[in-house]
T-cell receptor, first 112, second 114 residues
Framework: DVKVTQSSRYLVKRTGEKVFLECVQD?????MFWYRQDPGLGLRLIYF???????EKGDIPEGYSVSREKKERFSLILESASTNQTSMYLC???????????FGEGSRLTVL | GNSVTQMEGPVTLSEEAFLTINCTYT??????LFWYVQYPGEGLQLLLK?????DKGSNKGFEATYRKETTSFHLEKGSVQVSDSAVYFC?????????????FGAGTRLAVHP
């Protein structure tokens, strides 16, 4: 079974703090994704990566950056957290050829 | 463009009732279609999928048929259980920019009461 592990389930940060959310997968998949999930809006793609050191902006990249130094690890960075970034963040990896996504359990971030 | 529209929730049912959650899509090309489920406090997990027209995906008593003529992929279950209470997401996958991009609907919350 594919395992996608997100480092923190719950975080509380203050406005202006730098936030790191880490995601690790164990299936050697090339594609990895970061989504945010908000009620009534579904999942919105922030960034994705198709290879080490490669990244592409998704639909809502503003205020976020990412890092992919190793194939199994994909990090989401909030350089200066703001209250409107309070959300659930979901990491996913993508199976070969099928398009299917495998998700981590999510990281619920609250910015005060 | 590509998009997914699913019925708004919450959907509230009694145990053993019949469930339908509507999903329609707009897409260029020939998308694959998915239903994902999110149980409380967890990430999303794949419930079922269909990769071409007239395919039926099924799992855990849930079914959905890929209807190209009506651009729909409605989720059904004949008899729901309390343990089916969750948020259900319809999604499509299109090949764009060198990878399979998934586009999700807004999600439908299902609450099943004993």
């Amino acid at each position: 079974d594919v395992k996608v592990t997100q480092s923190s389930r719950y975080l509380v940060k203050r406005t202006g703090e730098k936030v790191f959310l880490e995601c690790v997968q164990d299936m050697d998949h090339e594609n990895m994704f970061w989504y945010r999930q908000d009620p009534g809006l579904g999942l919105r793609l922030i960034y994705f990566s198709y290879d080490v050191k490669m990244k592409e902006k998704g639909d809502i990249p503003e205020g976020y950056s990412v890092s992919r130094e190793k194939k199994e690890r994909f990090s989401l960075i909030l350089e200066s957290a703001s209250t409107n970034q309070t959300s659930m963040y979901l990491c996913a990896t993508q199976g070969f050829n099928t398009g299917e996504l495998f998700f981590g359990e999510g990281s619920r971030l609250t910015v005060l | 463009g590509n998009s997914v529209t699913q019925m708004e929730g919450p959907v509230t049912l009694s145990e053993e009732a019949f469930l339908t959650i509507n999903c329609t899509y707009t897409a260029t090309g020939y998308p694959s279609l998915f239903w994902y489920v999110q149980y409380p406090g967890e990430g999303l997990q794949l419930l079922l999928k269909a990769t071409k027209a007239d395919d039926k995906g099924s799992n855990k008593g849930f079914e959905a048929t890929y209807r190209k003529e009506t651009t729909s992929f409605h989720l059904e279950k004949g008899s729901v259980q309390v343990s089916d209470s969750a948020v259900y997401f319809c999604a499509l996958s299109v090949y764009s920019g060198g990878y399979n991009k998934l586009i999700f609907g807004a999600g439908t919350r299902l609450a099943v009461h004993p």
